[in-house]
């Protein structure tokens, strides 16, 4: 995660503007990085520099730096219906390997290394 390589860089040195600076759309990073347990002491500190107002705004599926496509979204749909590689690629009339690359690229998107973190991912960002 790019982020996580921006704080470590950034937390020796104390910068907090960088990130602040970048208002609401970094906020929403800011909070993801602190749900996965990214350098939590210099989190707290960024996040307070926000204020209490926007430490308290939920994340939004603008946080998603490449969004899904909408075949993307179509077949992570699908998955969180629970229905297989296989069924995905019968019900949109596609080949099984078509399905595993757009299931790798959803994977990607959302840093996840599963279906279930798929689909947890998405439905946190309210993606489904």
Do not use: W
């Not at 960088?18 to 993801?32: N, Q, S, T």
């Not at 995905?88 to 299931?103: K, Q, Y």
């Not at 790798?104 to 973190?117: F, G």
């Amino acid at each position: 995660m790019a982020l996580s390589r921006a704080l470590e860089l950034a937390e020796p040195q104390g910068y907090v503007r960088i990130f602040v600076d970048e208002g609401e759309p970094m906020l929403a990073l800011l909070h993801h990085a602190a749900s996965r347990g990214v350098a939590p002491d210099y989190l707290d500190t960024l996040l307070a520099a926000f204020g209490t107002t926007a430490q308290i705004s939920p994340p939004r599926a603008a946080v998603l730096i490449d969004p899904l496509s909408e075949r993307e979204r179509e077949i992570l749909r699908l998955i969180a219906a629970g229905l297989s590689t296989h069924e995905i690629a019968g019900e949109l009339v596609i080949v099984v390997g078509t399905v595993r690359n757009h299931i790798k690229h959803i994977y990607s998107k959302l840093d996840a290394h599963s279906r279930l973190q798929a689909v947890e991912r998405a439905r946190t960002l309210n993606l489904l």
